[in-house]
């Protein structure tokens, strides 16, 4: 059904509508579920049921914690940058939907497969950063301060390993296409010939997005809430769906470059469509994601720009030369 | 004047891009229109945990990870260097091959350089 949706849509400017059209939808009532998973996950880590009143097992309660933001006033600090504090919560916002541009829900169900695909992502994924560092600093508060200090350390330790992670698919596929990278991988998901490569896309990644164990930006056991201290009602939502979207953006580029995308293990399809096969490993690797920040103790500032530089990042280089070799070999 | 398709690459870009702004400042719209609003003296003051606030928190700060940011910026630029090796790759016999451990080479020497002077050893403030 899909293909003749997708065949009637064709090519050109109308694609582009209806997809901006269904990513709008999609990517709110993703960051909705998100949410709400995020807290039964939570929960029933913590061996109590998470929300349960708003709703059959609570699934309502984040639209009600959603109007309940629109309604809160929204402060700006006397002594802030008025500026720049009301501009970052938009700017976070402003990248998350080009991603969902090139990002391969199914063989035919990419709005614009561009020959820069991923480095698209990744170019827009650096806005995020940004904006975190203008919102804590234009706060002028030292927990949001030291917040966006963090996060940049952060961004500085860990770009490096998700770039050379990256790298060595690349060197693999000859191309940033989405849907080359995922066809490349029609009998091997690259998770089997590149395992290193994956697992320091993972972590790298997971500090990306600022989530535990690597959430010192935010920390809020030491820093209240971090960057986003001063942000209340619908600018601190932004920030909020902000990262629950990007966590799914990061989690899809995760599916799509090492878990073959639509495609089935071993290229067995057992009968799935492509669409469900993507979304069935995007949502695996977003429980993860949340397995992590419920498990794992936060890391310290100076052990998480130390393990990158030590381990990571040789790591990622000798991975690169390896697969230079291989690739040369067969 | 570009080719049609790049143009349209870019525009759909722009459109998402227009887009996403739209729809981050609509609620905020929503909200400022809706919201309640409060007053008293310390509405707006800079929060810290429930105490009078105690000067700016624009001071000099040690970003103690500078050196960190200055490995960073010189490889940050030599990664983007690699992306169009990485699409050109397989295409010469075994050129790139060596071209590639060369340029690779060069760049791990930045950390072993930086292990040996002892940027990766964080030292309490005396």
């Not at chain 2, 719209?29 to 009078?52: F, H, K, N, P, Q």
């Amino acid at each position: 059904m899909t293909e003749t949706v997708v065949a009637a849509a064709g090519s050109g400017w109308l694609r582009i509508i209806i997809g901006l059209i269904v990513v709008l939808l999609f990517s709110q009532l993703n960051a909705l579920f998100l949410v709400w998973l995020e807290r039964k996950v939570a929960g029933h880590i913590q061996l109590r049921p998470g929300p349960m009143e708003v709703g059959p097992h609570g699934i309502l309660q984040t639209i009600a914690d959603g109007i309940k933001l629109v309604g809160k006033e929204l402060i700006t600090p006397r002594s802030a940058d008025r500026i720049l504090f009301v501009i970052a919560p938009v700017l976070v916002f402003m990248p998350v939907l080009v991603a969902f541009l090139v990002l391969p829900f199914d063989q035919h169900l990419i709005i614009r497969d561009m020959n820069v695909g991923l480095l698209l992502i990744f170019a827009f994924s650096t806005f995020s950063v940004l904006a975190i560092l203008l919102g804590g600093w234009a706060s002028n508060n030292k927990y949001a301060l030291l917040g966006a200090i963090r996060s940049v350390a952060q961004n500085v330790a860990y770009e490096i390993p998700l770039l050379l992670s990256v790298m060595s698919v690349v060197l693999m596929t000859h191309s940033f296409r989405f849907s080359e990278i995922v066809a490349a991988q029609h009998r091997f998901w690259f998770i089997f010939l590149q395992p290193v490569a994956g697992l320091i896309f993972f972590i790298a990644a997971t500090a990306e997005t600022n989530r535990a164990p690597f959430d010192i930006p935010e920390a809020e056991s030491e820093l209240i809430a971090g960057f986003h201290t001063e942000y209340s009602g619908m600018r601190f939502g932004l920030f909020f769906l902000a990262e629950y979207t990007n966590m799914f953006i990061v989690s899809a580029v995760a599916a799509s470059l090492f878990f073959g995308g639509w495609q089935g293990p071993f290229g067995f399809s057992l009968g799935l469509p492509g669409l469900v096969w993507f979304l069935i490993k995007v949502y695996i690797l977003l429980f993860v994601l949340m397995w992590f920040r419920w498990t794992f103790p936060r890391v310290r500032f100076d052990q998480l720009m130390n393990f990158s530089w030590k381990v990571m990042i040789p790591l990622s280089l000798a991975n690169l030369l390896v697969t230079a070799v291989v690739v040369k070999l067969i | 004047m570009l080719p049609k398709e790049l143009l349209t690459d870019f525009l759909a870009v722009a459109l998402f891009v227009a887009v996403g702004v739209v729809f981050a400042v609509v609620p905020l719209i929503i909200s400022s229109l809706v919201a309640r609003r409060s007053s008293g003296v310390t509405r707006d003051e800079t929060y810290e945990s429930g105490m009078e606030t105690i000067g700016s928190a624009w001071i000099q700060f040690t970003a103690a990870y500078y050196i960190y940011a200055l490995i960073f910026v010189a490889f940050d630029v030599d990664v983007l260097y690699l992306f169009p090796v990485a699409i050109a790759y397989g295409g010469y016999a075994i050129r790139d091959l060596v071209e590639v451990v060369v340029f690779v080479g060069i760049l791990s020497l930045a950390i072993v350089y930086a292990w040996c002077k002892g940027v990766f050893e964080w030292q309490p403030k005396k």
